[in-house]
Each structure stands twice: as structure tokens, then as C-alpha cells.
């Protein structure tokens, strides 16, 4: 009984590659056709670095949390840029991105939702007068806030170390 439990487990197996591999080779032409569009692989493209990847390898956004608000940022930078591609009619490969990045932007919405919140902060203008009285009215709440986070952050560490006996212990958490 025992081959034909490995040979069902063994077609499942394939049959859900398949399924990924030809989604994922469909997309994979899409960008090479749009990438001969925009003739993105000559050198001059090079020139003053890269737009995304560049953030994306930093280091800087390690917690898979954080990093998904990165990747929504991205990921709505390309539908921007896609829908606005105006050939008509459009071709296929550009039809079939779009729909991929508006699936994936979907599923990141909330991290979307965090990182428009980042940008309207990033853009708040802090020399207008209006706004520094409001600001200066909610700084009380925003310190309560900032408290809160430290003795969260305390806590956390104080689990992870007791009495910090377990120093040398390889980080679990
Ligand atoms: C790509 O190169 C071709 C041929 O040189 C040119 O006609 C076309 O305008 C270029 N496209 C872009 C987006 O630079
Ligand atoms: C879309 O294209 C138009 C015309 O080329 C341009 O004026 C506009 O800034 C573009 N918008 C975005 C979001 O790229
Ligand atoms: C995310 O979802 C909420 C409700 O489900 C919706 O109101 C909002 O417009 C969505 N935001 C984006 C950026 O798609």
C-alpha cells in the first residue's frame, strides 16, 4: 500500500508545481515583453542605481511585518505605472500584470493602508500653524503612546533574557 500513497503524494506534488510553474512562466514573459517595451536592459539604465531593490536588500526592513509595508508601497508604484500605459489596445502581457499586481496589492492592503499612513505623515506640514497646534495639543497622548511601546519593548526583552541567564542562547523569538 505504501507506493501508492507515494505515488498520490507524488502527483499531487506535481500537479500543484505545474500549476505555479505555468502561472508564474506566464508572468515571467510578461516582464521580459515589457521589459523590450521599455528597453530596461540597455546599460544606461543603470545610471544613479536602482528604484525598489536597492530598499528591498538593505537590511533595514528585516521583520517580515515591516517588510510587507515596503512591498505594498511597490507593488502600488507598478499598478500606477501600468495603468497608465496607455497603447491601445493594450496587449495581452500588459492585461495579465496588471491583473497579478492588482491581486497581490489586494492581499497587502492593510500594509498598503500603513504605508499611505506613513506618506501622510511624511507630507504633513509641520510649519503651518493650524497643524503645530493641533500637534502640540496631542503630544501628551503621542508620549503616553511612546511609554507604552518602551515598556512593551522592556518586557519583551525581559522574557527573552530572565535575569539574563540565558545570554548565550541562540535567539528564539
Ligand atoms: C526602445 O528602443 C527603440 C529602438 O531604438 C525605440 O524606438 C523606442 O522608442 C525605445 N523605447 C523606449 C521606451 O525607450
Ligand atoms: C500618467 O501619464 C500622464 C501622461 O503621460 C502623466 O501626465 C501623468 O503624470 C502620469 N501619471 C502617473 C501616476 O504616472
Ligand atoms: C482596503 O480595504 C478597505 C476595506 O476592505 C477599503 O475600504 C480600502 O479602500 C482598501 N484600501 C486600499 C488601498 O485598497
Known amino acids: 500500500m ?3 500513497i507515494c505515488l498520490i503524494i507524488l502527483l499531487a506534488a506535481r500537479s500543484s508545481l ?3 510553474s505555468s502561472t508564474s512562466e506566464r508572468i515571467t514573459s510578461a516582464i521580459e515583453s515589457l521589459q523590450k517595451d521599455f528597453n530596461a536592459t540597455r546599460s544606461d539604465v543603470a545610471e544613479g542605481g536602482p528604484v525598489f531593490t536597492k530598499m528591498l536588500d538593505s537590511g533595514l526592513w528585516s521583520q517580515p511585518n515591516e ?3 515596503l512591498i ?6 507598478y499598478v500606477q505605472m501600468l ?6 489596445p493594450a496587449p495581452q502581457y500588459i492585461k495579465e500584470l496588471r491583473e497579478a499586481l492588482e491581486d497581490y ?3 497587502y492592503n492593510e500594509s498598503l493602508m500603513k504605508a499611505n499612513d506613513l506618506i501622510h505623515l511624511a507630507q504633513l506640514p509641520m510649519d503651518n500653524l493650524r497643524t503645530q497646534r493641533k500637534a502640540v495639543l496631542e503630544m501628551t497622548r503621542v508620549l503616553q503612546e511612546v511609554k507604552k511601546e518602551e ?9 527573552q533574557n530572565p535575569r539574563g541567564l540565558k545570554r548565550r542562547m541562540p535567539n528564539m523569538g
Open 105 to 107: 496589492k489586494k492581499n
Open 83 to 88: 495603468n497608465n500605459i496607455t497603447k491601445t
Open 151 to 159: 515598556s512593551r519593548r522592556r518586557r519583551r526583552s525581559q522574557r
Open 18 to 20: 505545474g500549476l505555479t
Open 2 to 4: 505504501a507506493w501508492q
Open 72 to 77: 505594498a508601497q511597490i507593488i502600488s508604484k
Open 67 to 69: 517588510k510587507k509595508i
